[in-house]
Structure formats: structure tokens, C-alpha cells
């Protein structure tokens, strides 16, 4: 089955949908929490640009390069597990659709320190980034939905079934889940007009 991936970053993870379509109905293929920050005790909290606050400058910018560069490395090996899990299940992963944010200003490290928001945003922006780094490493087709536009491209009527979709699986099956398999829907829909 030609499947889709719909994922929903956050701080530290992300909550990944695989739709899959089969006699032209929708099925859920997997569902699971991706995570993008080492288990380290407690030590590192999955904010690279909190961690740093306060710190001097060359080494905020070590700290906060490190936290990249782990995000960008947990992405891409939970993704390819994603995809062999769905590959050895006899799928095929057609398109990643990650829902994002308003872009980032061209911010230096120091820039986002001076501000808190920005903090936040750099962060927000961080994993989502992570997620379509790992996309293209993996050769797959990418997709980008704005998260604050998702409801108007989805029609009521995928709202409806991404809502049976939980029902059929059973919970967790919250927020982040369902913006996810919107994403897939919309994703799946254009891989098969293609």
C-alpha cells in the first residue's frame, strides 16, 4: 500500500501518522511519538536555546549547535525506522507532509538569546526543521502544510474522518494526532493525483 507520513514536531518530539489508502478507504498504518532528544537524566531538557541562556557567547553557540545537530541526527534515525517499519510491513512510503510555522528570521545565536519569544520560536522551528532535513536525507518527497492554514485546506469532511480514524484505533488519538493525518490526507491526495 502507498502510504503517507504526517508528522506534528514539538520540543524535544514529534507525533508521527502513517495513512495508507486500500479499496479507497483510509487506514491508519502506524502512529507513534518520534523522539528528538537523547535521554540524558534529566540533563538536557530538549531547549538548546534555554540551556544556553546566560552562558558566554562561544560556548551558547556550542550548546545550541549540539542540540541541532542531535535533533537533525534523532530525526533521521527515527524516520528511517518509520519507513522500514512500513517497508517491512510490504508499504511504501510515497510523501512526508510536516506541518510548520511562520519562517524564522536569519537570526544569529546571540540575537535569539537576547530575547525570549524568540527563544521559543527558535525552538518551535528547530524540530520542524529537523523533521524535513531528515526527509531529504531519506530521498523522500516532502510536503509542507502551514499548521495555522491546515483547517482551511481541510475540508469538513477529512476533519470527520481523521476523527473515525482515532475511533477505529483507539486513544492516544488527541490534537496532534489528528493535524497529523489531516497533513497525510493532503499529502496522500496529491502523491496519487501525481
Given at each position: 500500500?502507498?502510504?503517507?507520513?504526517?508528522f506534528?514536531?514539538?520540543?524535544?518530539w514529534?507525533?508521527?501518522?502513517?495513512?495508507?489508502?486500500?479499496?479507497?478507504?483510509?487506514?491508519?498504518?502506524?502512529r507513534?511519538?518520534?523522539?528528538?532528544?537523547?535521554?540524558?537524566?534529566?540533563?538536557?531538557?530538549?531547549?538548546?536555546?534555554?540551556?544556553?541562556?546566560?552562558?558566554?557567547?562561544?560556548?551558547?553557540?556550542?550548546?545550541?549547535?549540539?542540540?541541532?545537530?542531535?535533533?537533525?541526527?534523532?530525526?533521521?534515525r527515527?524516520?528511517?525506522?518509520?519507513?522500514?517499519?512500513?517497508?517491512?510491513?510490504?508499504?511504501?512510503?510515497?510523501?512526508?507532509?510536516v506541518?510548520?510555522?511562520?519562517?524564522?528570521?536569519?537570526?544569529?545565536?546571540?540575537?535569539?538569546?537576547?530575547?525570549?519569544?524568540?527563544?521559543?520560536?527558535?525552538e518551535?522551528?528547530?524540530?520542524?526543521?529537523a523533521?524535513?532535513?531528515?526527509?531529504?536525507?531519506?530521498?523522500?518527497?516532502?510536503?509542507?502544510?502551514?499548521?495555522?492554514?491546515?483547517?482551511?485546506?481541510?475540508?469538513?469532511?477529512?476533519?470527520?474522518?481523521?476523527?473515525?480514524?482515532?475511533?477505529?484505533?483507539?486513544?492516544?488519538?488527541?490534537?496532534?494526532?489528528?493535524?497529523?493525518?489531516?497533513?497525510?490526507?493532503?499529502?496522500?491526495?496529491?502523491?496519487l493525483?501525481?
Amino acid at each position: 500500500m502507498e502510504v503517507a507520513f504526517g508528522f506534528k514536531a514539538h520540543s524535544g518530539w514529534a507525533a508521527l501518522v502513517a495513512l495508507g489508502a486500500r479499496g479507497g478507504a483510509l487506514e491508519v498504518v502506524d502512529r507513534r511519538r518520534l523522539e528528538l532528544v537523547a535521554k540524558r537524566d534529566g540533563e538536557w531538557p530538549g531547549q538548546p536555546y534555554h540551556q544556553a541562556e546566560g552562558l558566554p557567547p562561544a560556548r551558547a553557540k556550542a550548546v545550541v549547535k549540539s542540540g541541532i545537530d542531535e535533533a537533525n541526527r534523532l530525526a533521521e534515525r527515527e524516520l528511517r525506522r518509520a519507513v522500514r517499519g512500513a517497508e517491512d510491513a510490504g508499504h511504501r512510503v510515497s510523501v512526508c507532509a510536516v506541518l510548520v510555522g511562520d519562517p524564522m528570521p536569519k537570526w544569529t545565536t546571540e540575537e535569539v538569546l537576547s530575547v525570549h519569544f524568540r527563544m521559543h520560536q527558535a525552538e518551535g522551528a528547530l524540530y520542524r526543521d529537523a523533521l524535513m532535513r531528515a526527509v531529504a536525507r531519506c530521498r523522500l518527497r516532502l510536503v509542507t502544510l502551514r499548521e495555522k492554514s491546515l483547517a482551511e485546506r481541510a475540508e469538513k469532511s477529512l476533519g470527520a474522518r481523521a476523527a473515525l480514524l482515532g475511533k477505529s484505533i483507539g486513544p492516544p488519538w488527541g490534537k496532534d494526532q489528528k493535524d497529523a493525518a489531516l497533513a497525510c490526507m493532503i499529502a496522500l491526495a496529491g502523491s496519487l493525483l501525481r
